[in-house]
């Protein structure tokens, strides 16, 4: 049986350290273009989209979900600049 994402404090705390590790990495990459507030502020969200998915591909897929929408507002700000 998968593990889903539950709410209670153990989680949240193994939540937070994921979301701090993928702000991290992606910080590194992205750094140059985007604040760390608003790397935070991606993947947060993009984290909080996942909510319901099984617990282990959270890193995962909300790392490469936060990577996707910084790339395209990358994207997006290039050619509206």
Same mark, same amino acid.
């Given at each position: 049986m998968t593990d889903v994402y539950v709410a209670g404090p153990l989680w949240a705390m193994r939540e937070r350290e994921l979301v701090d590790a993928m702000v991290d990495r992606l910080f590194v990459e992205f750094g140059d273009r985007f604040s760390r507030r608003w790397v935070t502020w991606i993947v947060r969200g993009c984290v909080r989209d996942l909510a319901g998915i099984p617990r &282990? /591909? %959270? /890193?995962? %897929? &909300?790392? *490469?979900? !936060?990577? =996707?929408r910084l790339l395209e507002? !990358?994207?997006? =700000? *290039?050619? /509206? &600049?």
């Open positions: &282990g /591909a %959270l /890193a995962e %897929l &909300g790392e *490469r979900s !936060a990577r =996707q507002i !990358a994207v997006d =700000q *290039r050619s /509206a &600049g």
